[in-house]
């Protein structure tokens, strides 16, 4: 099978295109056909080892498995002895080890039915974007109906599928992002959008319950600054190791002694979230943004293009082209 590997770190270009064995699923695992994929921070900071703890667990000197890519949906080829929800045929969406190849392999727990309305490749641009959003908003900042919502990043993959989740909660929801995002950031849901060139949200007021920040570029003080008493900040974001590590040290501090508090999330999903997930999209109350798809040959072009920090939505990977995709 082809897929994408990676035999030392550095930038797009060690990423090649090779023959490989096919994975052979473990007892709990799914071995999924890959038909399409989508490409995420995640991916580059891999492919990188940036920050430097990605090599504690990645390997110091280079990379311990090459495979690369985990956004995934696809069909169900063969299922491990202990698996019980998944069968040869079913159609999935979810995280997969290597999904930058014709075939992967996922934990069961990993993976959720595909919504039959749905292409593969919408399906693929979920997971890992819209489950932070999810996670932050619900499970981290509480969302409730009627609530006062900023997403910082409001137009990229994490903040487009933020704005329509807490929309689909209730909340009055803000997005901030660039200008030339503005209408597509009230195409999705926004009641009011934000310049981020033209105004800062942490000095221009109103308050808000709740923000989250998928891009991480601003202290602890400014989140709290912008915040209403009893309001929460979730971070998802960060832009570098040394504000990241700040947010989550003087978070931790400051939420102590104050009614406003301000945190990292670090994503942990259980199958319950990737069953809420599915039926989010299923119903079309959460609609994947997708800006550029890219064949499998391309992947990268692709992480080249998403590390320029520009993209609208989410950019996919194409591993077995969709006849029902416009």
């Not at 038909?35 to 311990?64: I, Q, Y």
């Not at 969406?93 to 959720?112: K, N, R």
Request: net charge positive.
């Amino acid at each position: 099978m082809k897929a994408i590997v990676f035999e030392r770190y550095g930038p797009p270009e060690v990423l090649q295109l090779k023959e490989v064995e096919r994975p052979i699923p473990k007892d709990n695992e799914v071995l999924v056909e890959v038909h399409a994929a989508a490409v995420n921070p995640f991916d580059w900071h891999r492919m990188r080892a940036s920050p430097f703890l990605v090599r504690m667990g990645g390997g110091f000197r280079k990379p311990k498995d090459p495979r690369l890519g985990a956004d995934v949906s696809g069909r169900v080829e063969a299922v491990g002895r202990a698996v019980t929800r998944f069968k040869p045929g079913d159609e999935v969406f979810g995280f997969a080890h290597g999904s930058f190849g014709e075939y992967a392999t996922a934990a069961e727990d990993d993976l959720a039915t595909k919504p039959a309305n749905l292409s593969f490749d919408v399906a693929a641009a979920a997971p890992m974007a819209a489950l932070t959003a999810l996670k932050g908003l619900h499970d981290q900042g509480h969302v409730q109906p009627g609530q006062k919502v900023l997403i910082n990043g409001a137009s990229g993959g994490v903040g487009s599928f933020a704005v329509q989740i807490a929309k689909s909660y209730g909340a009055e929801v803000t997005g901030v992002c660039s200008t030339r995002n503005l209408e597509l950031v009230r195409s999705i849901g926004a009641d009011h959008v934000i310049d981020y060139s033209r105004e800062d949200f942490t000095r221009s007021g109103p308050e808000y319950d709740l923000i989250l920040d998928a891009v991480g570029n601003h202290s602890v003080s400014q989140y709290k600054r912008a915040l209403r008493p009893g309001g929460t900040g979730v971070v998802v974001g960060f832009t570098s190791m040394l504000r990241l590590m700040r947010v989550i040290l003087r978070g931790k501090l400051t939420s102590k002694s104050a009614s406003k508090s301000v945190r990292m999330m670090m994503m942990r999903p259980v199958p319950e979230d990737r069953a809420t997930l599915a039926e989010l999209l299923g119903s079309g109350k959460v609609v994947p943004l997708i800006d550029r798809r890219y064949p499998l040959a391309q992947v990268p072009e692709a992480i080249r293009y998403l590390e320029q920090g520009h993209a609208r939505g989410k950019v996919v990977i194409t591993v077995r082209p969709d006849p029902t995709t416009g």
